[in-house]
């Protein structure tokens, strides 16, 4: 049974960093994402990273703070952010899928989610 299972939530002031980590387990994948949704938003891509070569994709609004990074051997993926602000406040979701691919749509699975709060 594939799973995925977030961590590292939480509330922090702007300017701080958080790590969220995804435990991914039942089978490896091609591509691990993250995205958000923020109230009353739709879900947005924040960062992929595939496997086979290692590229990574972000959004603008995130490029130069946050960090995707996986290990392989663990089927863990992270994802590092800095300097946050209060506009990065969202549920964060782990979502893995079997092509390269930025787009929600074509991830098959997902994790629960863990709540971002950033405070001004």
């Known amino acids: 049974q594939v799973q995925l299972v977030e961590s590292g939530g939480g509330l922090v002031q702007a300017g701080d960093s958080l790590r969220l980590s995804c435990a991914a387990s039942?089978?490896?994948?091609?591509?691990m994402g993250w995205f958000r949704q923020a109230p009353g938003k739709e879900r947005e891509f924040v960062a992929a990273?595939?496997?086979?070569?290692?590229?990574?994709y972000y959004v603008d609004s995130v490029k130069g703070r946050f960090t995707i990074s996986r290990d392989n051997t663990k089927n863990m993926a992270y994802l590092q952010m800095n300097r946050l602000k209060p506009e990065d406040t969202a549920v964060y979701y782990c979502?893995?899928?079997?092509?390269?691919?930025?787009?929600?749509?074509?991830?098959?699975?997902w994790g629960q989610g863990t709540q971002v709060t950033v405070s001004s």
């Open positions: 039942g089978r490896t994948f091609s591509t």
């Open positions: 990273l595939t496997r086979s070569d290692g590229r990574t």
């Open positions: 979502a893995a899928s079997s092509i390269g691919t930025i787009n929600p749509m074509e991830y098959t699975y």
